[in-house]
């Protein structure tokens, strides 16, 4: 059993569209990390969220952290080709970090 | 600045042999991670140094892999004797400390036949 959930796992779209892709636990995480992982490159991290509630935006890329601080979306607006790549969620729980199983995004010129 | 540095990129070998992967971090991280990365799973945790002294290593299978980080710095992880499940991409990552953000290097691709 995955301690976090993403969903959906893939996810094909056409450039200029809008997209959202989730992370869920039934935990509370202190905080959570998203990172982007291209084929054949290790994951780089987005962005850190800590607060409940929290809404970061980095260019195009809007993250909210849930009020209860057990799930986290990622929204990015009018999405490029160079958009694609593996979303991985991940976070603190207790001691432990651990990453979600990952959204896998294909972005369609 | 560097970034994490791994080698070899790629490594086949059949079961039964050993591997060997080496990890350099960025200057000044302490804290130091091995990680596996299964095909369409995301990446799960091995080993976690801190300076050259283990902090997490709960999901390291002992009898089996072994990882040591002399003098702190780099790193090398190594299997043997190696399993058909083994096969993965090994990613190690670094950070200034426990809970900062992890910079990851490119990664090792084993197959093992």
């Known amino acids: 059993t995955q301690l976090l959930e993403q969903s959906p796992q893939f996810l094909s779209i056409q450039e200029g569209e809008n997209l959202t892709v989730y992370c869920n636990s039934s935990?509370?995480?202190?905080?959570l990390q998203w990172y982007r992982q291209e084929p054949g490159e290790g994951p780089v991290l987005l962005v850190t969220v800590v607060t409940g509630g929290e809404v970061k935006k980095l260019k195009r890329l809007t993250f909210q952290f849930g009020d209860a601080r057990k799930d986290s979306s990622l929204h990015i607006t009018a999405a490029q080709p160079g958009d694609t790549g593996l979303y991985l969620c991940?976070?603190?729980?207790?001691?432990?970090?651990?990453f979600g199983p990952g959204t896998r995004l294909s972005v369609l010129p | 600045e560097a970034g994490v540095a791994q080698s070899p990129r790629y490594k086949i070998i059949e079961k039964r042999q050993s591997v060997a992967f080496w990890c350099n971090p960025i200057?000044?991280?302490?804290?130091l991670y091995w990680y596996q990365q299964i095909l369409g799973q995301g990446p799960k945790l091995l080993i976690q140094?801190?300076?050259?002294?283990?902090?997490?290593d709960s999901q390291l299978p002992k009898d089996r892999f072994s990882a040591e980080r002399l003098k702190g710095v780099d790193s090398t992880l190594k299997i043997q004797p190696a399993k058909l499940e083994d096969s993965a991409v090994y990613l190690c990552?670094?950070?200034?400390?426990?809970?900062?953000?992890?910079?990851f290097g490119s990664g090792t691709q084993l197959s093992v036949l």
């Open positions: 200057s000044g991280h302490a804290t």
């Open positions: 991940a976070g603190y729980h207790g001691q432990n970090f651990v």
């Open positions: 935990s509370v995480f202190s905080s």
């Open positions: 140094f801190q300076n050259n002294g283990v902090v997490d």
């Open positions: 990552a670094s950070s200034l400390e426990g809970r900062t953000g992890k910079i």
